[in-house]
T-cell receptor, first 119, second 112 residues
Framework: KAGVTQTPRYLIKTRGQQVTLSCSPISGHRSVSWYQQTPGQGLQFLFEYFSETQRNKGNFPGRFSGRQFSNSRSEMNVSTLELGDSALYLC??????????????????FGAGSRLTVL | GQQVMQIPQYQHVQEGEDFTTYCNSSTTLSNIQWYKQRPGGHPVFLIQLVKSGEVKKQKRLTFQFGEAKKNSSLHITATQTTDVGTYFCAGLFSDSNYQLIWGAGTKLIIKP
């Protein structure tokens, strides 16, 4: 089955611009999470969506936003880009749903990422 | 808030030597997952540990979950060049709306 698809894979923007990244989860997965990864850094959690609702949010400024559509596809948007926003943005999908305690439900499948460069 | 501490940040080994990374939490975990990220790649799920004291093996990789479910380790025996990458643990706390909390990762570097 198809994996998690992220588009675009690479993009270059300038400071002050905005960017929208897209993520299509694995078929049947209803939870989508977004992470930021800077060179040599770990995974910084941005937010998680399930059934078009944001369920969890990390410690990022309001310039970072996201949404999820009825088909589970998700987008994240970064407005007023700063140089420090240059990073690999990773999307991950899972079966997870609120209250579901099946042990495998929380396993994440990541996409290849969208590498954003801000000049 | 909940944190998962992972050490070391880097480990340099000669090919054939062993490698170990450790994750610790101050509070009890529901379960812990391990992921591997190859250079230039994305994290890939390796394994999930759920039970207290659980030990699981995948070929040369041995994963352990502490008796108190507050710590975990990944041990690789006789490293190979294919093992190069960053290994992340991610813990699940039952009172965190089931959000995974990630360790900082341990980068395995094989000396030339």
């Amino acid at each position: 089955k198809a994996g998690v698809t992220q588009t675009p894979r690479y993009l270059i923007k300038t400071r002050g611009q905005q960017v929208t990244l897209s993520c299509s989860p694995i078929s049947g997965h209803r939870s989508v999470s977004w992470y930021q990864q800077t060179p040599g850094q770990g995974l910084q959690f941005l937010f998680e969506y399930f059934s078009e609702t944001q369920r969890n949010k990390g410690n990022f400024p309001g310039r970072f936003s996201g949404r999820q559509f009825s088909n589970s596809r998700s987008e994240m948007n970064v407005s007023t880009l700063e140089l420090g926003d240059s990073a690999l943005y990773l999307c991950a999908s899972s079966f997870r749903s609120p209250g579901l305690k099946t042990s495998g439900a929380n396993v994440l499948t990541f996409g290849a990422g969208s590498r954003l460069t801000v000049l | 808030g909940q944190q998962v501490m992972q050490i070391p940040q880097y480990q340099h080994v000669q090919e054939g030597e062993d490698f170990t990374t450790y994750c610790n939490s101050s509070t009890t975990l529901s379960n812990i997952q391990w992921y591997k990220q190859r250079p230039g790649g994305h994290p890939v799920f390796l394994i999930q540990l759920v039970k207290s004291g659980e030990v699981k093996k995948q070929k040369r990789l041995t994963f352990q979950f502490g008796e108190a479910k507050k710590n975990s380790s990944l041990h690789i025996t006789a490293t190979q060049t294919t093992d190069v990458g960053t290994y992340f643990c991610a813990g699940l706390f039952s009172d965190s709306n089931y959000q995974l909390i990630w360790g900082a990762g341990t980068k395995l570097i094989i000396k030339p």
